[in-house]
């Protein structure tokens, strides 16, 4: 389902599992809140493995843009920062020269912040690297778990970390390949908005179909 359809279907009454679609009224975890939008990316993208340069670029992208900033804030830029960003296309933004970054400088609809703009540029052309290295950013990143979700289990908000060793080692080896806005505590939110981690806490619905998926 996508996002529109969840938005859609949460304004329905009821609670609990509606045409296959999980309410607000299941267990979840607490930063998910009420707001729909938020609700929405808990419940159907954080924690889903992605194994996809695309995607893993799109949300290295945002996970940056966010640094000093609420995940809302970006979130609701989201749509703003596909249209700029040549729908998260590395090889596209790659191409990005400076009077891209002027415009993009310009767009009120993202963070105007150049070194954001900028990092995201140099990200995508490091990502080609990897690609020519590696065969591809997925294959990387998810080289570092073995390619299989670690699952901590973690019982409640207060047991989630910033950061782990691992977060940290595999920042150490973005920044050296080239990568910016790539510290520790961005590359976890990473992990765990694209599944290479199920931070989920045990009592949330999405633990237990993030386990067994």
Known sequence: MTTAGYLTAFGRAGAGFADGVPYPA????????????????????????????RTLFEFLT???AQA????????????AYRR???????????????????????????????????S??????????????????AEHLWSFVDGAPLQPRRGS???????TPL????SADLRRRGFAFVGPKIVYSLMQACGLVNDH???CFRWSELTAS
């Open 26 to 53: 299941m267990r979840k975890c607490e930063w998910a809140g009420s707001d729909p939008l938020m609700v929405a990316y808990h419940d159907l993208e954080w924690g889903v493995p992605a194994r996809d340069d």
């Open 62 to 64: 945002l996970e940056g």
């Open 68 to 79: 000093g900033l609420s995940w809302m804030t970006i979130l609701r830029r989201r749509d």
């Open 84 to 118: 700029a960003f040549a729908g998260f296309d590395p090889a596209a933004v790659a191409a990005y020269g400076e009077g891209d970054v002027e415009r993009l400088l310009g767009d009120a609809a993202i963070v105007r912040n150049r070194a954001k703009v900028a």
């Open 120 to 137: 995201t540029i140099a990200n995508a052309r490091a990502l080609l690297r990897v690609q020519a290295d590696r065969g591809s950013f």
């Open 157 to 163: 908000l207060a047991d989630i970390p910033a950061e």
């Open 167 to 170: 977060a940290r080692a595999i």
């Open 201 to 203: 806490v045990t009592g």
